[in-house]
């Protein structure tokens, strides 16, 4: 059995780790919060842009735009996107685990697949393996999302534009409430209609069924096409904050229960220990009087 004071020492460092489990967790409920109120209000504005986008290129044609153009099966980039810190439960790992099993089932007849990964723990991971690691940039902040999914969005269009890939998937933690995220996986290029909740199937009469364009369908298809592919990584990008900071409020939660729960049983062996040395030395002393006596 340990010392008294072994158990003493180890109490007291669970009580310290336990404070800075709290403490990181009251600031990721607050960080936590802060993500919430961007992501919502990116949502609506992203699910527009899709809406238009995805009508739109159900009936111009796949030659109406080169981010269009659906090419065979050859090579891939997904845009990997995960976080610069741990202690966030299985956050990454699912992300990982992902990627993992669409490159080995999804992606087994592809020629060649690259990684654009965003968080320093996706690049630690596939760095180590022999994996084509084409960017690796840190984790999206709420000051850096938007300029980060801009410039990873250009990539994606230079690469798929030029034929370096012919499709372009992404991979992130989706934030669906403070206990439960889902990992998604969504292609961006090429562009692809996209059913959104709520849509009827042929609001517009039929697939021959075409819009008039202002000023012209070339200058719009332009403008809107990239600014969709930026839209849905900043999306990625927004989800995947909060996410993280959920997965990371809800770890620090388990842990600070977890470390409560050990030092009530370190508590509890410290003083049976104590007892029993108690009782050893009242042993002790009343053999010794009666040796005394004797």
Known sequence: MPSLKAI??????????????????????????RAQEALISARPYAAAITKVVSELSAVAGTDAHPLFADRPLGKVAIVV??????????????????????IASDLADASE??????????????????????????????ATALDLARET???AIEDFTSGKVDRVYVVYNEFKSAISQITRTKQILPVVPEKLPGDKADKHGGEDTDFLYEPSKEVLLG??????????????????????????????????????????KLTLSYNRARQASITKELLEIIGGAEALKG
Do not use: C, H, W
Not at 19 to 26: C, D, E, P
Not at 117 to 130: D, E, T, V
């Open 8 to 33: 003493r020492n180890r109490i007291t460092s669970v009580k310290n780790t336990r404070k800075i489990t709290r403490a990181m967790k009251l600031v990721s409920t607050a960080k936590l919060r």
């Open 81 to 102: 996107v995960t976080s610069d810190r741990g202690q966030a439960g299985a956050f990454n790992a699912n992300v990982i685990k992902t990627v993992e099993r669409f």
């Open 113 to 142: 697949v690259s990684l654009r990964i965003i968080g320093r723990k996706g690049n630690q991971y596939f760095s180590r393996r022999r994996t084509k690691v084409a960017s690796f940039d840190g984790a999206p902040t709420g």
């Open 153 to 155: 969005a250009n990539r």
């Open 223 to 264: 403008r809107l096409v990239p600014l969709y592919v930026q839209i849905q990584l900043y999306r990625a990008a927004l989800e995947s904050i909060a996410a993280f900071f959920a997965a990371q409020m809800t770890a620090m939660e388990n842990a600070t229960k977890n470390a409560g729960e050990m030092i009530a």
